[in-house]
């Protein structure tokens, strides 16, 4: 299996300010995501993180507001940019990996 | 409408009962179908695929059926352990590995 860290693990934060979020997988994956799991709700897809080119994100998120670097195979950001308290949520990363996806432990995030 | 529809319950049922959890897609490409487990503050995790065929892994049966784009779970002999949120997954797109998630249905087994 692969095996996910985040950091940070928790954060709150002001308005107005950002974050950036660290992902590192202990092995090589093709395929890494970032999802986004609000209060009450399902886990959302925000964007996919290629290795050497743009993310591609999914409606409803833009690349201005959530930013993600993916300089090698084993590690990716996600900065939330100009926060505001409808971004309190727990962030997860993703990777594709022996045939299976498996999600880092989450960032949560409270927005004050 | 959303993607991936369930109850989201909560279910309490008791040791030993027998409880079955259905989902509906409404994307008809998918091709890849899930039920992952949330425990409380934790992350999701696999649980089993869903195969056209049916499938089962113990304790734990699931069904998909393709013309209603409707999955089912069945977990037999529930034990207090099964106590989480079980959520419906299907892939965003005809291939590829983006997913859709269900918002969860929950799970309590009491003693």
């Known amino acids: 299996s692969a095996v996910i860290s985040q950091k940070p693990s928790r954060d709150i934060c002001q308005r107005g300010t950002s974050l950036t979020i660290q992902c590192q997988v202990d092995?090589?994956?093709?395929?890494m995501f970032w999802y986004r799991q609000q209060p009450g709700q399902s886990l959302t897809l925000i964007a996919t993180?290629?290795?050497?080119?743009?993310?591609?994100?999914e409606s409803g998120f833009v690349i201005d507001k959530f930013p993600i670097s993916r300089p090698n195979l084993t590690f990716s950001t996600l900065t939330v940019s100009n926060m505001s308290p409808e971004d309190s949520s727990i962030y997860l990363c993703?990777?594709?990996?022996?045939?299976?996806?498996?999600f880092g432990p989450g960032t949560r995030l409270t927005v004050l | 409408r959303k993607e991936v529809e369930q109850d989201p319950g909560p279910f309490n049922v008791p040791e030993g009962a027998t409880v079955a959890f259905n989902c509906t897609y409404s994307?008809?490409?998918?091709?890849?179908f899930f039920w992952y487990r949330q425990d409380c503050r934790k992350e999701p995790k696999l649980l089993m695929s869903?195969?056209?065929s049916g499938n089962e892994d113990g304790r734990f049966t699931a069904q998909l059926n393709r013309a209603s784009q409707y999955i089912s779970l069945l977990i037999r002999d529930s034990k207090l352990s099964d106590s989480a949120t079980y959520l419906c997954?299907?892939?965003?797109?005809?291939?590829?590995?983006?997913?859709?998630f269900g918002k969860g249905t929950s799970l309590l087994v009491t003693p």
């Open positions: 994307n008809s490409a998918s091709q890849s």
């Open positions: 869903v195969y056209s």
């Open positions: 092995s090589q994956v093709t395929m």
């Open positions: 993703s990777v594709y990996s022996y045939n299976e996806q498996f």
């Open positions: 997954v299907v892939n965003m797109r005809g291939s590829g590995y983006a997913l859709n």
């Open positions: 993180a290629n290795q050497g080119s743009e993310a591609t994100y």
